[in-house]
C-alpha cells in the first residue's frame, strides 16, 4: 500500500507544481497589460529592432522581479483608496498620478523609481523595456518567447 501512495503523491505534487507556475507565469505575463505601467506613448507602428536572446532574457527577469512590487504597491493603494477605482497609473506620465491621494501617490512614485531601476540593472533601458512590451501586444511569437523564458527561469530560481 505504501508504494502506491508515495508515486501518486509525488505525481500529485508535480502536478501541483507545474500548475502553480503555470499560473504564476500567466500572472506574470498579465503584467504586460496591468495598471502601473511605464508608458503606452510609443509608436506602435514604428519599425522595430529584432530583439536578440538576451533582450527577451533581460525582460524575462525584468517581468519576474517587478510583479511581486507592482503587486504590493497595487494592494497598498488599494488600501489607501479603499473602494474607489484604482486609476491607471504610468510612470512616464505624472498627470496619470493627480487623481491618486498624496499617500497612494507617493507609493505609486516609489514603485516607478524602483521599477526604472530593476530595468535598468537587467540591462535594459526603459526605452528598450516600453518597445518589447509594445511588440508584445501584436506578436504571438514573442510573446511565446517570453513566456518559455519566463517559465524556464522560474524553474531555476537563481537565474532571476
Not at 2 to 23: D, E, G, W
Not at 96 to 120: G, H, M, T, W
Not at 140 to 155: A, G, H, M, P
Amino acid at each position: 500500500m505504501n508504494r502506491l501512495y508515495q508515486p501518486f503523491c509525488r505525481s500529485s505534487a508535480t502536478r501541483m507544481l507545474s500548475k502553480i507556475m503555470f499560473f504564476r507565469s500567466l500572472t506574470i505575463a498579465s503584467f504586460i497589460s496591468s495598471v502601473l505601467v511605464f508608458s503606452s506613448t510609443a509608436n506602435a507602428n514604428a519599425q522595430s529592432p529584432q530583439l536578440n536572446n538576451t533582450d527577451i532574457v533581460n525582460y524575462s527577469r525584468v517581468l519576474l522581479r517587478i510583479e511581486p512590487e507592482r503587486q504590493q504597491a497595487f494592494d497598498k493603494i488599494k488600501k489607501i483608496i479603499g473602494d474607489r477605482e484604482i486609476p491607471k497609473i504610468v510612470c512616464s506620465e505624472p498627470n496619470s498620478f493627480k487623481s491618486l491621494p498624496s499617500e497612494a501617490r507617493d507609493v505609486a512614485v516609489n514603485y516607478c523609481n524602483r521599477s526604472q531601476q530593476i530595468v535598468q540593472s537587467n540591462g535594459l533601458s526603459i526605452d528598450q523595456f516600453n518597445n518589447i512590451t509594445l511588440q508584445l501586444q501584436n506578436n504571438e511569437d514573442l510573446k511565446r518567447q517570453i513566456y518559455n523564458t519566463l517559465i524556464r527561469l522560474q524553474k531555476v530560481p537563481n537565474n532571476q
